[in-house]
């Protein structure tokens, strides 16, 4: 991925918002630039703000800043009347020379950033506890991040395995108000590995392909059913700007694969899945294998053609599809999709994270996710993530 790709990832992100200069921390931080990320009003002459200092500027909004060790992060009290007057709570370096900082969370009472490199790489959330009124920092701490590593489906409803690498915890869904919580557990159970799937006579299965790569392909005994290929005329045809990232569209090489699946009345739903960096490319779609006619069945709109599917639910109504794309130096999310089963309408939704799984519970649809929970409730996608205490204790926020 490039630098101009991964600010346009970063852009996805929603990582940064309009940034507005600040001059008295440039002359505070002694650092040549100066911009507020983010404010909060504190009284009729006060505001709270978060701005950065860095030795040369951020690329215009919304494109992020980097946080570096020879930057400089400001917790600052901001006369509103008169911006030349700053009240630091704290002034802080950045935790490496690798990080786009993201803002999780931003009270009155404290903040959170969680740091993503410019390949990817995740790092330590950041947080500050701060006390407004006496003017100081309180704490300063670190943690690493919690991703979704899958769903357990019980009576109650869904329940959420969180992993930071090193430990596991159990969220659930309130019964009443539908807010994911951490909930003790003695031992969180791993859950199900469905890359091996049997339905009827047939069966996903765990192959290599010619890079030794591990593939799954639906097969019967010793016969192997591969997943239809998008020709070269159709590639061009649904990715036109793609075909122009190559001196010779010919050597594009497509390598469509089976991705996440779901078994619904006999028939294995699945989304595609491919690689699209350094000659390799595929079109995007979803679609079901039929045993019936041992055959599949494919579907492609056109908002799908560019992503691949990292997660999906089968529902009698609708085919709900989480898409991102898989790049040389990460992945980067593009979007939930509904296709309604009936009109073949597709309705699209935003969102800055990659879903790794998605249940429904009640009227809304719930995603495990690389770095939280999110859930789509009357049209409006709430993100939350695991937040520590300076105690050790571990609890579900909204972003």
């Given amino acids: 991925m490039t630098a101009s790709n991964l600010l346009a990832g970063l852009m996805l992100l929603g990582i940064a918002h309009a940034q507005d200069s600040l001059p008295a921390f440039q002359r505070v931080s002694g650092l040549p630039h100066a911009v507020v990320l983010r404010r909060i009003p504190v009284d009729g002459q006060w505001d709270l703000a978060i701005a950065v200092a860095s030795s040369t500027a951020c690329d215009p909004a919304p494109r992020p800043c980097w946080w570096s060790t020879k930057d400089r992060l400001g917790i600052l009290m901001v006369d509103r009347n008169d911006p030349t ?31 993503t490199g410019e390949k990817w790489a995740t790092y330590d959330n950041q947080k500050f506890v701060y006390d407004i009124a006496a ?97 070269q005329r159709e590639w061009r045809r649904a990715r036109p700007e793609e075909a122009k990232n190559y001196s010779n569209p010919d050597l594009a090489e497509i390598q469509e694969e089976i991705g996440p699946h779901q078994v619904e009345n006999g028939r294995l739903w699945f989304g595609k899945s491919f690689y699209n960096s350094e000659g390799a490319t ?38 709900w599809l989480a898409l991102f794309r898989r790049g040389e130096y990460g992945n980067y999310p593009g979007g939930l999709l509904r296709w309604d089963r009936n009109t073949q309408q597709v309705r699209r939704w935003d969102m ?7 249940a429904r519970n009640g009227v809304a649809i719930y995603m495990g996710a690389d770095d939280g929970i999110a ?24 972003r």
């Avoid at 294998?289 to 069945?297: E, K, L």
């Avoid at 800055?352 to 998605?358: E, G, V």
């Fill in 85 to 115: 007057k700053l009240q630091p709570l704290a002034i802080e370096p950045g935790p490496n020379d690798d990080c786009s900082a993201r803002v999780e969370r931003f009270t009155l009472q404290e903040l959170v950033l969680s740091c």
């Fill in 135 to 231: 003017r100081k920092l309180v704490g300063h701490f670190s943690y690493a991040p919690f991703l979704s590593k899958g769903i357990l489906h019980g009576r109650n409803g869904p329940q959420f395995v969180m992993t930071d690498n090193h430990q596991r915890l159990l969220v659930t869904l309130d019964p009443a108000t539908g807010e994911p919580r951490v909930v003790p557990a003695a031992e969180v159970p791993e859950p199900a590995d469905d890359r091996e799937v049997q339905f009827g006579r047939f069966r996903l299965s765990r192959l290599h392909d010619k890079y030794q790569s591990e593939s799954i392909a639906v097969t019967e005994d010793a016969t192997v059913y591969p997943l239809p290929q998008t020709d």
């Fill in 282 to 319: 595929g079109v995007g779609g979803f679609g079901y294998f039929d045993p019936a006619t041992a055959s599949y069945h494919l579907i492609a709109p056109p908002e799908i053609y560019a992503w691949s599917v990292s997660a999906m639910l089968v529902e009698q109504d609708a085919i």
């Fill in 352 to 358: 800055p994270w990659i879903a790794t799984s998605l």
């Fill in 375 to 398: 859930a789509l409730r009357a049209d409006r996608v709430v993100s939350y993530f695991v937040d520590r205490s300076a105690e050790g204790q571990y609890r579900m926020v909204e």
